[in-house]
């Protein structure tokens, strides 16, 4: 499978507790893109890496949340402390890459998080 | 302050019909669009897309129109097919910009036999 992947699909956690996303992008995409989707919403914007470096974060992204994409390839998103409000679906999406940013986006599965 | 939006929640359609899902967007600055499906618990797939410089696009059942006066653009699916029931989204990007998509919240289609 050469698609998108993000692990884990599905975390449950207590609030306060501290949680961490995978996303493993197309291998040849160097642009990967982090998104949140609430019930009944389209996915938010949260942060965007271009290669290792993140050059933009959404203000959706409070101090709780970092994201990492060491080496350019893999991408982590942390959330510390979390709250009742960080649940949501987290998707992860990478694209090629192309001048003007033209491109398709691909997505991820997501991974579904529920704080209690 | 929502940029893309899609007014209609849900859509229901008789398999083999049209279906038309309708999206409108404010800010003059964006330059690309898709449409994106997605089924409970996956992630979005993208279906089709289209650039400014185009009023349509087509690919195999599926057609995009866009109508950059009025802002519009819409999606249409003939024939309908059961496998089509999905939430499809609308979402469109500003031009130079390095592709960061702004969402519409969905329209759910529901193709009935």
């Known amino acids: 499978d050469t698609g998108v992947s993000q692990d884990p699909r599905h975390k449950i956690t207590k609030r306060g507790q501290n949680v961490t996303f995978r996303c493993d992008p197309i291998?040849?995409?160097?642009?990967l893109y982090w998104y949140r989707q609430t019930l009944g919403q389209g996915p938010e914007f949260l942060t965007y890496?271009?290669?290792?470096?993140?050059?933009?974060k959404s203000r959706l992204l409070s101090d709780r949340f970092s994201a990492e994409r060491p080496k350019g390839s893999f991408s982590t998103l942390e959330i510390q402390r979390t709250e009742q409000g960080d649940s949501a679906m987290y998707l992860c999406?990478?694209?090629?890459?192309?001048?003007?940013?033209?491109?398709?986006?691909?997505f991820g599965p997501g991974t579904r998080l529920l704080v209690l | 302050d929502q940029q893309v939006k899609q007014n209609s929640p849900s859509l229901s359609v008789q398999e083999g019909r049209i279906s038309i899902l309708n999206c409108d967007y404010t800010n003059s600055m964006f330059d690309y669009f898709l449409w994106y499906k997605k089924y409970p618990a996956e992630g979005p797939t993208f279906l089709i897309s289209?650039?400014?410089?185009?009023d349509k696009n087509e690919d195999g059942r599926f057609t995009v129109f866009l109508n950059k006066s009025a802002k519009h653009l819409s999606l249409h699916i003939v024939p309908s097919q059961p496998g089509d029931s999905a939430v499809y989204f609308c979402a469109a990007k500003e031009v130079d910009s390095w592709g960061k998509l702004q969402f519409g919240a969905g329209t759910q289609v529901v193709v009935t036999p």
């Open positions: 289209i650039s400014s410089i185009k």
């Open positions: 291998s040849e995409h160097n642009r």
């Open positions: 999406a990478s694209s090629i890459g192309l001048a003007g940013g033209a491109e398709t986006q691909y």
């Open positions: 890496f271009q290669n290792e470096a993140q050059l933009e």
